[in-house]
């Protein structure tokens, strides 16, 4: 079986919660725009996602192709993979709940974008600018803690006492929670400077994860695209503020 990833080039963005996957496994993956000759690779990406003849379309990237099948939405990806790479434990419960931990987290990233791109995706950072800086200002002292309150809670409910917010081993929303917590270090460090004293569950799962050989193997490869300003967790200086944990 043959996993094809579609991205767009030079960004982490969404695409990279299917990477981590793919990585922390070992699974075999094609990526199909990234590499040495990404302009052949968009050219296919928008091909295969705008054919009119396709029964199935991913409305935008990240999507999988597997076999015929196009599988597009990140969570929808991971619920997909997860069972496949082992990162889900096995009973329908145990799936259902790590999905809807991962569209949580989803919720999450879609509230990170809108602090730098209040108004508009198709509008550039400085056309919104003072929209942003108010957007900003909200989610570092309001939505970040709710949310990882939320997260820490999860982690200290946990039955199994294992560190990992479902069951006994780490699971694809665990990866994902690290790719957030690490984004958003990137984006907001002077406010994130306070996080892993307030939130210890969390940040002992980022730094779990980030131990885990063939995700550090990872982190230092030239496959990690590195975070930047055209991506979903953007540092603006402005955007930054004092730590609220």
Not at 79 to 97: I, T
Not at 141 to 169: C, D, H, I, T
Request: aromatic share 12%; charged share 20%; net charge neutral.
């Amino acid at each position: 079986m043959t996993f094809e990833l579609f991205y767009w080039p030079g960004l982490q963005g969404r695409g990279e919660f299917v990477r981590l996957a793919f990585e922390a496994t070992g699974t075999p993956y094609v990526e199909i725009v990234q590499g040495d000759a990404p302009a052949r690779g968009m050219d296919g990406l928008m091909h295969t996602m705008d054919d009119p003849a396709c029964t199935d379309p991913p409305f935008a990237p990240p999507f999988l192709r597997v076999g015929d099948e196009l599988i597009g939405q990140t969570a929808n990806i991971l619920a997909y993979l997860g069972p496949q790479l082992g990162l889900v434990g096995e009973s329908p419960r145990a799936r259902r709940w790590v999905n809807q931990l991962q569209l949580t987290l989803a919720d999450l990233v879609d509230e990170v974008h809108d602090a730098h791109h209040p108004i508009a995706s198709r509008l550039y950072y400085s056309q919104q600018r003072a929209e942003a800086r108010k957007r900003s200002a909200d989610l570092i002292e309001y939505r970040l803690p709710k949310f990882f309150a939320y997260f820490e809670r999860v982690l200290a409910n946990n039955p199994q006492a294992s560190g990992w917010l479902s069951e006994a081993a780490m699971s694809y929303a665990d990866l994902s929670l690290f790719q957030v917590i690490a984004g958003l270090d990137y984006a907001f460090p002077r406010a994130m400077s306070g996080f892993p004293k307030a939130f210890p569950r969390a940040q002992a799962v980022h730094d779990a994860v980030a131990r885990v050989p063939r995700v550090a193997a990872y982190l230092k490869s030239p496959r990690r695209v590195p975070f930047n300003t055209t991506g979903i967790f953007r540092h603006y200086k402005a955007l930054d503020r004092v730590s609220p944990f």
